[in-house]
């Protein structure tokens, strides 16, 4: 079992939410779809978060999956 998660890239994803959606954030970082999960997780010890979307708009997604307010991009990446 893998504890750290894959660190898919040290910036943030810009995407398109809709509010009262559901999303599923990859938290292995192993998905090829980033920020959301494509099923690659499977074996890894690691599980998608679903979130919903409190607005529309854009939102940073975190990538380099070291976030503390995951999905959302808090600055961590720049310490990588
Ligand atoms: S991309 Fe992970 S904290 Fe910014």
Redesign the pocket.
């Known amino acids: 079992m893998e504890n750290t998660p894959h660190s898919a ?4 994803a810009k995407v398109t939410l809709e509010e009262g959606k559901d999303y599923w954030y990859c938290t292995c970082g192993l998905s090829a779809n980033q920020p959301f999960c494509d099923g690659s997780h499977k074996g890894s010890g690691f599980a998608p978060q679903k979130f919903t979307a409190e607005k529309s708009g854009d939102a ?8 503390k307010n995951a999905p959302y ?6 310490g990588l």
Not at 9 to 12: D, L, M, R, T
Not at 73 to 78: Q, R, V
């Open positions: 890239a040290k910036a943030p940073w997604l975190c990538q380099c999956k070291q976030t991009c808090d600055g961590s990446h720049k």
